[in-house]
């Protein structure tokens, strides 16, 4: 049998360049940097204790937010939000674009300046303690601003040096989110930009990371390699808050959701908890004329369906089908995109 191989990233106590090392487990490497020519050894794990263990969600909140408000000039985008995240657990920040996701996001990171109300991360108030917190917490933002004149290597290597932290994850990433680090960030496509945000973000092992439309610009492949990892990193405990404007993905993988629109909390749930609160929905096709069934209010009729909102009536309303030729029927679950909508639909658009 072939001895296992760990790939190991690893950086210089001196000049902090980050170095890649291949060995077995429990054998010694001797080193030497590339940059600065430092020496130095570094003795592979036997096994990765600490990456196996598993912690669940607990009933420690990350993240509390009390009443927060935030103002531009005349124009209210985030009006007296209060919610928590717990430790462990994905948490979804849905909602459309302009309904305040971002906005509340970069207050809590303390980048814009709330009017009114309070946040606290790991129990600490983000308008005294920011730099701190920050120190513990990935970010991708929505919107990436990269030091394009960089290359991959030398971005990450800036972003390690400003932390100061182990690597931990990094080879993970690179496993899922191959990179040309070696060509500058100006060359990469805009998937590859997304993808060397999110490795930076995640690298170096972060108590919590927050993200922005993290999937823009990925391929449908490499969203579901992300999400897989992002399940793993909850079974080990790491906490994430996940915005975003794609239902199925926020549907996917978080265990709660809070729905933001026109900058206030309207709904703060489990997912599942969601689902049942809509009932199923039921879609048939008929030979007769659909006149008098799209006529009520929880019928439309779309693309030749018709499709009622049900909640626990379904007996009622199949014996009220009774009298009509049924030529096709289905009965579903509804998801939190059928969610979404008729919630919007109902308080009149986004």
């Known amino acids: 049998m072939k001895p296992e191989i760990i790939l190991k990233t690893v950086k210089c106590p001196q000049c902090n360049n980050i170095i890649e090392i291949k060995g077995s487990p429990g054998k010694k490497s001797i080193l030497t940097c590339s940059k600065c020519g430092v020496k ?80 606290y991360i790991f129990g600490k108030n983000i308008k005294e303690n920011i730099v701190e917190i920050r120190k513990n917490v990935g970010y991708i933002p929505g919107e990436l601003a990269l030091y394009e004149h960089l290359t991959g290597r030398q971005f990450l290597q800036f972003f390690s040096n400003i932390r100061n932290t182990d690597l931990s994850l990094l080879n993970d990433l690179f496993e899922i989110f191959e990179l040309p680090l070696d060509r500058k960030i100006k060359g990469y496509s805009k998937g590859m930009k997304q993808k060397i945000g999110i490795v930076q973000a995640f690298m170096d092992d972060p108590e919590m990371v927050i993200m922005d439309e993290p999937t823009s610009g ?60 809509t009932g199923k929905k039921i879609r048939l096709r008929i030979k007769e004329d659909t006149t008098d069934i ?57």
């Open 40 to 119: 130095g050894s570094f003795t592979f794990p036997k096994s990765d204790d600490k990456q196996s263990k598993k912690t669940h969600m607990s009933d420690y909140n990350v993240i509390e937010v009390k009443n927060l408000t935030k103002k531009y000039k005349d124009v209210v985008a985030v009006n007296n939000i209060s919610f928590n995240v717990k430790k462990g657990e994905i948490f979804g920040f849905l909602g459309p674009n302009g309904a305040g996701k971002t906005t509340t996001i970069r207050t809590l990171l303390g980048f814009l300046k709330p009017n009114n109300g309070e946040a």
């Open 218 to 277: 990925l391929d449908p492949l490499l969203q579901q390699k992300f999400y897989e990892f992002l399940k793993k990193e909850k079974q080990k405990g790491r906490t994430m808050f996940f915005s975003s404007h794609i239902l199925s993905e926020v549907d996917r993988i978080c265990d709660r959701v809070a729905i933001i629109r026109n900058g206030k909390i309207v709904a703060l749930e489990n997912i599942e908890t969601l689902k049942k609160k």
């Open 294 to 350: 799209i006529s009520l209010p929880q019928a439309s009729l779309i693309d030749g369906w018709i499709e009622i909102s049900v909640q626990n009536n379904i007996d009622e309303w199949i014996k009220r089908m009774g009298k009509y030729t049924i030529l096709d029927l289905e009965i579903q679950e509804f998801n939190l995109e059928d969610y979404f909508m008729r919630y919007y639909a109902s308080e009149g658009g986004a």
